[in-house]
């Protein structure tokens, strides 16, 4: 495990969460890092990915509006806010080093998820 990802809990639909992704192994700082989800029975989508220094990088269109990341490199950890939760955000939620072109995709290291559900 490379990478793990803490935060996760169940929350109410319309709720907010915050999910950090930290690591002892490497400097996050000169990666960029996503965060992918998956349900189940469903495949790996990518949600976010956040380019070195912070600049902006791709929102999946299922989020965009509702989750934002950043980036604390001094605390060597990335966030996830996410406000407006729906049932369907319910998943599995991974960080990893990331790219990004028309879609956001993983690149060298993976990590530990954390489980979010969203549900009444």
């Known amino acids: 495990v490379q990478l793990q990802a803490f935060g996760g809990g169940l929350v109410e639909p319309g709720g907010s969460l915050r999910l950090s992704c930290a690591t002892s192994n490497f400097t996050l700082a000169v990666y960029a890092i996503g965060w992918f989800r998956q349900a189940p029975g469903k495949e790996r989508e990518g949600v976010s990915c956040?380019?070195?220094?912070?600049?902006?990088?791709l929102y999946g269109d299922s989020v965009k509006g509702r989750f934002t990341s950043s980036r604390d490199d001094s605390k060597n950890t990335v966030y996830l806010q996410m406000n407006s939760l729906k049932p369907e955000d319910t998943a599995a939620y991974y960080c990893a080093t990331c790219g990004y072109g028309d879609s956001i995709y993983n690149t060298t290291y993976w990590g530990r998820g954390t489980l979010v559900t969203v549900s009444s």
């Open positions: 956040i380019s070195i220094g912070g600049k902006p990088g």
